[in-house]
């Protein structure tokens, strides 16, 4: 019991319930952080994608794969570039 206390003692907080109480509430929220944590982290490494996948998407995002009107425009730009840096030289 915490009150009353007489003057010049100190109150005796950690012979009570109510210390037991706030340890437990403490570990149990430790414990419910720690397993949500764990939870996002293994959501976390299951979203990555494999190597064999992101190249199939990268060879897909290319314009060039589009059409042959965008082959072209590519191998022209290209074409236009070198023509561009050999000019300077």
């Known amino acids: 019991m915490l009150l009353p206390v007489k003057i010049g003692e100190a109150p005796l907080v950690f012979n009570s319930n109510f210390f ?10 430790s414990i419910v952080f720690l397993v949500m944590m764990s939870i996002l982290y293994q959501i976390n490494n299951n979203f990555i994608y494999n190597k064999e996948d992101i190249e199939y998407l990268k060879e897909h995002c290319k314009i060039e794969n589009y059409s042959e009107y965008f ?19």
């Open 20 to 29: 037991l109480i706030k340890i437990f509430l403490l570990f149990v929220i």
């Open 71 to 89: 082959k072209n425009m590519v191998e022209n730009q290209k074409l236009f570039e070198e023509l561009e840096e050999n000019k300077n030289e």
